[in-house]
Nanobody, 123 residues
Framework: QVQLVESGGGLVQAGGSLRLSCAAS???????MGWFRQAPGKEREFVAG????????QYADSVKGRFTISSDNAKNTVYLQMRSLKPEDTAVYYC?????????????????WGQGTQVTVSS
């Protein structure tokens, strides 16, 4: 069973940067990894995804050019580098693992999920 633990969230001013980490344990081969976020009162939304090989990546339009997803297989860790942060990026960020994805952005295709890490961007 794969277990995921996120870290790296916090409070940052608009325009600042944060790097989130998602450490995976268990049998992680063949899993793709995704980052999602959920703001209060909103649906959980896809942010970025990466194949475990790191060859394929996907981004939501709202973060393209500002966020970068990467993986370090030796450490079983996926990262989300976030730059030029905006107040609207404020949310709880979750990482999730998925196998045989047909739609990167569909949260129903991912299991398991991490516990989430809060990112707050002040204006």
């Amino acid at each position: 069973q794969v277990q995921l633990v996120e870290s790296g969230g916090g409070l940052v001013q608009a325009g600042g940067s944060l790097r989130l980490s998602c450490a995976a344990s268990g049998r992680t081969s063949a899993y793709a990894m995704g980052w999602f976020r959920q703001a209060p009162g909103k649906e959980r939304e896809f942010v970025a995804g990466i194949s475990w090989s790191g060859v394929s990546t996907q981004y939501a339009d709202s973060v393209k050019g500002r966020f970068t997803i990467s993986s370090d297989n030796a450490k079983n860790t996926v990262y989300l580098q976030m730059r030029s942060l905006k107040p609207e990026d404020t949310a709880v960020y979750y990482c999730a693992a998925g196998r045989a994805l047909t739609r990167w952005a569909d949260p129903k295709e991912y299991d398991p999920w991490g516990q989430g890490t809060q990112v707050t961007v002040s204006s």
